[in-house]
């Protein structure tokens, strides 16, 4: 999967907190484009707590723990990956799809970015 529109610096709001996020998109079909936030108030628990609107499990990214979830009954959506990069702090990585695709194979391609950036943020320390 290839990206040619440069990242662009971005917010995401949850639960009442602004976040920082990088958009990364494709500008041609199938017009992907990523998110990446980064989660100060809350870790990955929360997605593991069963009052979510998501069918979630655990997952190892670059030795940390994290979780891949995706909406509740989807099988072609997307597929989110979050990792606990500190106690009650994540970096997810969202991938929505415009085309059907199987979570899975979009659950792979959010652990391969989620890998490259917290690889990346290891070195930051």
Do not use: H
Not at 28 to 37: G, R, V
Not at 76 to 99: F, H, I, K, N, Y
């Amino acid at each position: 999967m290839g990206f040619d529109e440069p990242p662009v610096p971005d917010t995401r709001e949850t639960a009442g907190v602004s976040m920082p996020a990088c958009l990364v998109g494709q500008s041609a079909e199938p017009f992907n484009a990523f998110q990446l936030s980064l989660v100060t108030n809350e870790g990955i628990d929360v997605w593991l707590a069963g009052d979510r609107n998501v069918d979630a499990w655990l997952v190892s990214i670059a030795g940390y723990p994290a979780v891949n979830y995706k909406l509740m009954g989807t099988e072609d959506e997307e597929c989110v990956t979050s990792v606990g990069v500190a106690e009650g702090q994540q970096l997810t990585v969202d991938l929505p799809t415009l085309v059907d695709t199987d979570y899975r194979k979009l659950c792979e391609i959010t652990e391969s970015v989620a890998t490259m950036a917290t690889e990346t943020l290891k070195t930051l320390r």
